[in-house]
Each structure stands twice: as structure tokens, then as C-alpha cells.
């Protein structure tokens, strides 16, 4: 069946990778970048089946302009790729709170300005399915990417509750968590400052190992292309989806060590509940209620 995509960031990396995948397989796709002349062999390519739009993804008004040409090339918008971002390298002292902002506004503000945008057409449409653009520093901290991993922390939260609220008018949710790939993500639009002394050890050795690591990712671009144009398709789909070996391996052995953590605590946490009289936990006499509906602070 024919769908209507609207991918962002599709001018190089996975991005541009997914939307060629998309358009072969005889979809109509919405293309946008930052600037369009870096797809201008799409309609050459693909004719009709492609329209290639300006957007910065910060920009709400232009979020609406290529939400609605999406909407009109095929009376509707059935996939949104929320996949434009970037991260540079620098410790949390040395990176300014103004290149903080710029990085949360692109990676976590650009996915809330798109959701929003397309959210109405969905509802009216009762169907669609949001893909959204995490990374494997979206669920473990990656040192020396402090805007990203905070952006991309946030985008699998607010995810989560999108999920919720779309399964009630039939939308699906989907978050990208891709490791290592062969793309440009290092090239001449990414800083990688090794920074000052004190932090070498992590700073200093994520934009070595960037460096060193850059064209022998083990990652293949086409192939997760090709894995997240199934994901449409499934009457249940993953609500996150790790791409890469790499990814699966690290979020297995992190999430091990959460449980852990939480399980390791128990007691001490549970100790902030009221007493409850006949149900007395084992830390300083306190209770452990089993009513999850209590609210937080």
C-alpha cells in the first residue's frame, strides 16, 4: 500500500538512505533539509513521487508548511521521520549555554515542533505512524555529548507519553535508537574538542575515538533503512527499536545495571511512603504499599 512520508534531515546519513528506500519502494515522500539544493537530484530521480521542501526544523511555520504538503500529495500523512539532529563534542564546562540550546532546540525541539505540526492530521485521519530519531546517548549518557544526550533523553520521555496519548486515536510511535553508522555524523559540521586535561578520559577519548572511528562504524545505512521501512507496516511494531549490535549489547548490559540499582535500594526508597498500620516494611518500620497510583511530589 502506498504511504505519504515526511522524513527530515534527509540530505545525507541514514536520513537520505531512508528516504531512497522509501521512494523505490513506490511511496510518496515530503524530502526537507536544511537546504534543498542537496537533494535536487531527487525529483530528477523519482518525478512526481517526491517533493523536496526547505526546513529547519526549529521553525514551526515551516514544520506546518511541509506538514501540509505532505497532507496534499496524497491526501494525507501516514509516516513522519523525525530524523534531522547533530552533536558535538565538548565537556559540560566548556560548551556554552548558548550551543546547549542550539542542540536541544534541533534535536528536542525540532521532534515537538514536527509532532505537533502533523498530530492534527493524524487525529483527523485516525492513523499514522511517528518515527522518532533517538540514539543509544537517548538512553546511556555519552561523555562529551551533554546537549545531545540531554536532547535525545528527552525525546525517548516525551515519546513515551506521545505513545499514550496516540494509541487513542490510532496513531503508532516508534523510537530509532541507532548506534555506530557509516554516515557523516563526524564530517566538517560536528566539533570534536578534546578539551582541557581534567576531563581527558572521557572527553578527550570520545573525539579520539569519533575520529579513529569515522568510515568503520559497524553500522550499514542501507540496511537500517531498509529494517525501518518495515516498521509501518506491522500491526504491532516496537515501541523502541536498537539498531546495531553495538546498541543492543550496551542498553542489555545498562538496563541490567538500573535494576540492579533500583533493586539495591529498594528498602531505602520505599522508607518515604507513609505507615500503613498492619503492613510494615523492613526499614525503620515503614510501609510498602502496593498502590501505584499515588501521586508524586
Not at 515526511?6 to 536520513?15: A, H, P, Q, V
Request: aromatic content about 6%; glycine content about 10%; overall charge negative.
Amino acid at each position: 500500500m502506498r504511504k505519504s512520508w515526511l522524513i527530515t534531515g534527509c540530505s545525507s546519513g541514514i536520513g537520505r538512505a531512508l528516504s531512497e528506500t522509501v521512494l523505490a519502494a513506490g511511496h510518496a515522500l515530503v524530502a526537507t533539509a536544511r537546504d534543498p539544493d542537496l537533494l535536487a537530484d531527487f525529483p530528477a530521480r523519482y518525478g512526481d513521487a517526491v517533493r523536496v521542501a526547505a526546513l529547519d526544523v526549529t521553525d514551526p511555520d515551516a514544520a506546518q508548511a511541509a506538514v501540509a504538503a505532505a497532507r496534499d500529495s496524497v491526501g494525507g500523512l501516514d509516516v513522519l521521520v523525525n530524523n534531522a539532529g547533530y552533536g558535538n563534542v565538548n565537556s559540560i564546562e566548556d560548551t556554552s549555554l548558548d550551543e546547549f540550546r542550539r542542540q536541544i532546540e534541533t534535536n528536542l525541539f525540532g521532534t515537538i515542533i514536527l509532532c505537533k505540526a502533523a498530530i492534527p492530521v493524524m487525529r483527523a485521519q485516525r492513523s499514522g505512524h511517528i518515527i522518532q530519531f533517538s540514539s543509544v546517548g537517548g538512553r546511556i549518557g555519552a561523555p562529551g555529548r551533554a546537549p545531545y544526550s540531554a536532547a535525545k533523553w528527552g525525546v525517548e520521555g516525551f515519546s513515551e507519553v506521545l505513545a499514550a496519548e496516540m494509541a487513542l486515536i490510532g496513531v503508532k510511535v516508534t523510537v530509532i535508537e541507532p548506534g555506530g553508522f557509516r554516515t557523516n555524523f563526524a564530517d566538517d559540521s560536528t566539533t570534536l574538542d578534546e578539551g582541557r586535561p581534567e576531563y581527558d578520559a572521557v572527553v578527550g577519548a570520545a573525539a579520539r575515538m569519533q575520529r579513529a572511528f569515522d568510515g568503520h562504524q559497524p553500522g550499514d545505512p542501507l540496511r537500517a533503512a531498509q529494517v525501518i521501512l518495515q516498521v509501518p507496516a506491522m500491526d504491532v511494531p516496537p515501541f523502541r527499536l536498537p539498531l546495531g549490535r553495538d546498541v543492543s549489547e550496551a542498553l542489555e548490559t545498562a538496563d541490567r545495571a538500573r535494576l540492579d540499582e533500583v533493586l539495591r535500594w529498594r528498602e531505602l526508597s520505599n522508607s518515604t511512603n507513609f505507615p500503613q498500620t498492619g503492613e510494615v516494611g523492613a526499614f525503620r518500620g515503614q510501609v510498602n504499599p502496593s498502590d501505584d497510583t499515588l501521586p508524586s511530589r
